[in-house]
């Protein structure tokens, strides 16, 4: 239904729009939850996501989901609905 647009972070709206709202995630990231849970399975064990160093990575989901965003957006388009969110 037609809930007001959340407040936060995006990265932290993944979760709520991956069960909630899967047509914004997907708007977001241009992959539905199912594949990016897919996707996911298939990377998270991969050394390039795991290092010994002082500095600790971010997780794996949120790597991949600033990279399919980035990949799934033109230059700086953004939409009205993602300014309000």
Excluded: T, W
Excluded at 37 to 50: A, G
């Amino acid at each position: 239904p037609n809930e007001p647009p959340m407040r936060a972070p995006q990265i932290q709206l993944l979760d709520h729009f991956s069960i909630h709202c899967p047509h914004l995630f997907q708007k977001k990231l241009c992959v539905a939850p199912e594949i990016f849970d897919d996707i996911l399975d298939e990377i998270s064990d991969h050394p390039i996501f795991h290092n010994q160093s002082n500095n600790p990575q971010l997780p794996v989901a949120i790597q991949l989901a600033i990279f399919l965003n980035r990949v799934g957006h033109y230059g700086n388009a953004i939409s009205n609905e993602d300014v309000c969110q």
